[in-house]
């Protein structure tokens, strides 16, 4: 289960249904009795499992896309002891998922930051000859995020007040049972927490952020259509069409011109031969060019 933002599964959002229920008992900074321990776990219910909720992706412009980005976040690092044993926290089970996310709410809750890390380091110790699993502290680390604009000392003072006076385990027990994960080390144990270690470093962390896409970084369909429209490259394409059509028809149109039907080329066509005098003519040319006189006009025999 991730351990970012969570909702339940009957609506609305994790941390607001994970405040102290007003039924739920009056923690001071005094551990509770072990009559009081035993009404609060019979009053305890279900386990309520809780779903990541669902981010939206940002809305990009034409020209953008997400991209991953390295950050390097400041933050305090802390090292402490809290009762509830790491093979609960580490547990790959509802429990144990609620039971990590309870931790890390409580304690952004009283450092008012975000948690960024958070683990157990302690599998296994020994108090007083019990083991851990009976409810002796296991020691947890985790890093608290330094927002923008807030100094260190802000979030370090927030988490050594809290630990100090009890605000912070009973802000544990008090999500814990109104989740169904409290136990009864955790309910039975002293408030007071030790800081072990705190100190200031940066965690490394992936990002997505949006960027704008550089001209060169256009996709091949954009270079291609090189910003015309559709109907634009239609009508290039119809327009040509019809140039190509139009030739070709004024092509065919001047080669049938330039044929002469019926008559063969360089032929000249014959013309009748007429007689001047000298030699003889044939007789069936005498006889033509006869007839061609008697039809001439205003000849008279």
């Known amino acids: 289960m991730d351990e970012g933002s969570y909702e339940d599964q009957g609506g609305g959002s994790y941390e607001d249904q994970n405040d102290q229920d007003p039924s739920s008992p009056e923690f001071t900074d005094k551990a509770p009795t072990a009559k009081e321990v035993q009404g609060m776990l019979a009053n305890q219910g279900p386990v309520i499992v809780a779903k990541p909720k669902e981010d939206k992706p940002p809305t990009l412009g034409s020209n953008q896309q997400l991209q991953d980005k390295v950050v390097n976040t400041p933050v305090v690092k802390v090292k402490m002891s809290i009762?509830?044993?790491c093979k609960i926290f580490n547990a790959k089970?509802?429990?144990?998922?609620?039971t990590k996310q309870v931790v890390k709410d409580s304690i952004a809750a009283v450092s008012t930051a975000s948690v960024l890390e958070l683990q157990c380091d302690t599998p296994e110790t020994r108090t007083r000859g019990r083991s851990l699993a009976a409810g002796d502290a296991a020691q947890y680390t985790f890093s608290v995020e330094i927002p923008e604009g807030t100094e260190a000392s802000v979030i370090e003072s927030n988490l050594k007040t809290a630990a100090g006076n009890g605000n912070l385990l009973n802000t544990i027990k008090s999500k814990a049972l109104a989740k169904g994960v409290a136990t009864e080390a955790l309910l039975s144990a002293s408030p007071i927490?030790?800081?072990?270690?705190?100190?200031?470093g940066t965690v490394t962390q992936t990002v997505q952020v949006?960027?704008?896409m550089p001209n060169e970084e256009l996709t091949e369909e954009e270079k291609d259509d090189d910003g015309l429209s559709d109907g634009e490259i239609a009508?290039?394409?119809?327009?040509?069409?019809?140039f190509?059509?139009?030739v070709s028809i004024g092509l065919w149109a001047y080669c049938k011109q330039t044929e002469t039907p019926g008559k063969p080329n360089n032929v000249e066509p014959s013309q009748p031969k007429v007689y001047m005098g000298g030699d003889a003519i044939p007789g069936a040319e005498a006889e033509n060019q006869l007839e061609q006189k008697i039809d001439a006009p205003g000849y008279n025999v």
């Open 83 to 85: 009762p509830i044993a």
């Open 93 to 98: 089970s509802d429990e144990g998922e609620v």
């Open 193 to 200: 927490l030790v800081i072990l270690q705190l100190t200031q």
């Open 210 to 212: 949006v960027v704008d």
């Open 235 to 242: 009508a290039i394409v119809i327009c040509t069409l019809i």
């Open 244 to 246: 190509v059509i139009g």
